[in-house]
């Protein structure tokens, strides 16, 4: 226990407020919708708010390259995390004072804050790895997804009881905590070897490129797992988790607290996924989590069609955040990397980062307009269950347990040396 208890564990916990950035990102629209739906009536802008929504999915495969451009440049771990919280709360202040009006300089902010996902995306995950010690590194690994999930929680309850202005507010303030304990935390030991790093690293990617023949089928792999993992939907339902609870109109529970509930079955899973994985295999696991996103999903739509139960919907979603918490939200982020020897394997995550919020802004800007078509909540919900199927089929035969990946990297080495 005491091993747990530690300082680092106090560094982890400051650390830990750059995913919970994420979370308020992606939590807003959600609750933020119902309420500008009520109280700008018919001025509400239907066909430019799935825009306002999803354009910070387009920016943020971005801003994952942005901590890496400023490390560059010679600034350190908490001084490029203190630019980051600095813009991210100028930009949350303006976004308080968004009326119906000055719907574009609310626009603005999400384009601008898009930059600022990506950058959470990439500094959370490494600044994590770094004041971890040595023996955990996996479980404060889990720590990045589960502030995640927390952050979209927070702003759910807050939209619930307050108008949006004040789930601004509340983010602006808990980038200015971390503006201030961020220098609590001394510059890592291994910022100070990256120089010598980064040199070994150039000279090996001027050796060798990712873009080569014998690249193309893990990138492929790559592309594919990724693809799954986003047209599952999950980024287009938790954007308009509200509405979709509204239509179900469940008597005593209001939609928010409906989309709390079911958002918070993520947590769980995220609690259980690492310890699971590990017990059972990637590849079972990541079967276990497809059939049940996929199950839920396919379900939801014949429920909306044919209105079986106004509680079943709830069910359904809770039931669909924990499957993909097991396995399809954390599994594409390490093993596709993995897939590619140590020399190319930064440049693949950086693909595979940027892959994923592509593919996130072309689900979540599509999906509102595939709803409003024929398709209707039926044929939306079945074409996220299809695609989440044939992705569970792929990934069984494709994704590798690490056991085999010690074996293609031991092979790849002996590739090059010769």
């Given at each position: 226990?005491?091993?747990?208890?530690?300082?680092?564990l106090l560094y982890a916990a400051i650390v830990c407020l750059t995913p919970l950035?994420?979370?308020?990102?992606?939590?807003?629209?959600?609750?933020?919708?119902?309420?500008?739906?009520?109280?700008?009536g018919s001025e509400f802008p239907d066909k430019h708010w799935d825009l306002f929504v999803a354009i910070s999915q387009l920016t943020g495969a971005i801003g994952p390259y942005i901590p890496s451009l400023l490390f560059k440049f010679g600034l350190g771990r908490r001084l490029v995390a203190s630019i980051i919280n600095i813009l991210s709360i100028i930009f949350w202040v303006i976004l308080a004072f968004m009326k119906v009006k000055t719907f574009w300089m609310g626009f603005v902010m999400r384009v601008l804050q898009g930059f600022m996902l990506g950058a959470f995306s990439s500094l959370g995950p490494l600044l994590l790895l770094e004041v971890a010690p040595a023996e955990q590194t996996g479980l404060y690994g889990t720590f990045n997804q589960i502030f995640i999930v927390i952050g979209i929680l927070i702003l759910y309850l807050i939209g619930e009881y307050q108008k949006p202005y004040v789930m601004c507010i509340y983010s602006a303030v808990s980038h200015a905590l971390?503006?201030?304990?961020?220098?609590?935390?001394?510059?890592?030991?291994?910022?100070?070897q990256e120089a010598e790093e980064d040199n070994k690293e150039e000279k090996k990617e001027e050796q060798e490129s990712i873009f080569q023949a014998k690249y193309i089928w893990p990138l492929t792999v790559l592309i594919l797992i990724m693809l799954t993992q986003q047209f599952s939907g999950i980024n287009a339902i938790l954007s308009d988790l509200s509405k979709l609870f509204e239509n179900a109109n469940i008597n005593g529970i209001?939609?928010?607290?409906?989309?709390f509930?079911?958002?918070?079955?993520?947590?769980?899973?995220?609690?259980?996924?690492?310890?699971?994985?590990?017990?059972?295999g990637r590849r079972a696991m990541w079967t276990i989590s497809g059939i049940v996103c996929a199950a839920s999903l396919i379900i939801f739509g014949f429920n909306s069609k044919y209105d079986w139960s106004n509680v079943l919907?709830?069910?359904?979603?809770?039931?669909?955040?924990?499957?993909f918490g097991l396995g399809l939200a954390?599994?594409?982020w390490y093993s596709s990397p993995e897939l590619f020897p140590l020399s190319v394997r930064p440049m693949a995550s950086a693909i595979n980062g940027m892959t994923s919020w592509l593919f996130s802004f072309i689900i979540v800007y599509a999906s509102p307009a595939m709803r409003k078509s024929k398709m209707g909540d039926l044929g939306l919900f079945l074409f996220y269950g299809i695609i989440t199927i044939a992705g569970t089929i792929f990934g069984f035969w494709f994704i590798r347990e690490p056991q085999e990946d010690k074996a293609e990297s031991l092979d790849n080495d002996e590739d090059v040396q010769a």
């Amino acid at each position: 226990m005491s091993s747990f208890f530690r300082r680092e564990l106090l560094y982890a916990a400051i650390v830990c407020l750059t995913p919970l950035g994420f979370g308020y990102l992606i939590g807003y629209p959600s609750p933020a919708a119902s309420y500008f739906r009520k109280e700008w009536g018919s001025e509400f802008p239907d066909k430019h708010w799935d825009l306002f929504v999803a354009i910070s999915q387009l920016t943020g495969a971005i801003g994952p390259y942005i901590p890496s451009l400023l490390f560059k440049f010679g600034l350190g771990r908490r001084l490029v995390a203190s630019i980051i919280n600095i813009l991210s709360i100028i930009f949350w202040v303006i976004l308080a004072f968004m009326k119906v009006k000055t719907f574009w300089m609310g626009f603005v902010m999400r384009v601008l804050q898009g930059f600022m996902l990506g950058a959470f995306s990439s500094l959370g995950p490494l600044l994590l790895l770094e004041v971890a010690p040595a023996e955990q590194t996996g479980l404060y690994g889990t720590f990045n997804q589960i502030f995640i999930v927390i952050g979209i929680l927070i702003l759910y309850l807050i939209g619930e009881y307050q108008k949006p202005y004040v789930m601004c507010i509340y983010s602006a303030v808990s980038h200015a905590l971390q503006l201030g304990l961020i220098w609590l935390i001394p510059e890592t030991a291994i910022h100070q070897q990256e120089a010598e790093e980064d040199n070994k690293e150039e000279k090996k990617e001027e050796q060798e490129s990712i873009f080569q023949a014998k690249y193309i089928w893990p990138l492929t792999v790559l592309i594919l797992i990724m693809l799954t993992q986003q047209f599952s939907g999950i980024n287009a339902i938790l954007s308009d988790l509200s509405k979709l609870f509204e239509n179900a109109n469940i008597n005593g529970i209001t939609p928010g607290i409906q989309s709390f509930i079911a958002t918070a079955a993520q947590l769980i899973a995220c609690f259980f996924s690492g310890g699971l994985i590990k017990k059972v295999g990637r590849r079972a696991m990541w079967t276990i989590s497809g059939i049940v996103c996929a199950a839920s999903l396919i379900i939801f739509g014949f429920n909306s069609k044919y209105d079986w139960s106004n509680v079943l919907p709830v069910i359904l979603i809770f039931l669909y955040q924990f499957g993909f918490g097991l396995g399809l939200a954390p599994m594409p982020w390490y093993s596709s990397p993995e897939l590619f020897p140590l020399s190319v394997r930064p440049m693949a995550s950086a693909i595979n980062g940027m892959t994923s919020w592509l593919f996130s802004f072309i689900i979540v800007y599509a999906s509102p307009a595939m709803r409003k078509s024929k398709m209707g909540d039926l044929g939306l919900f079945l074409f996220y269950g299809i695609i989440t199927i044939a992705g569970t089929i792929f990934g069984f035969w494709f994704i590798r347990e690490p056991q085999e990946d010690k074996a293609e990297s031991l092979d790849n080495d002996e590739d090059v040396q010769a």
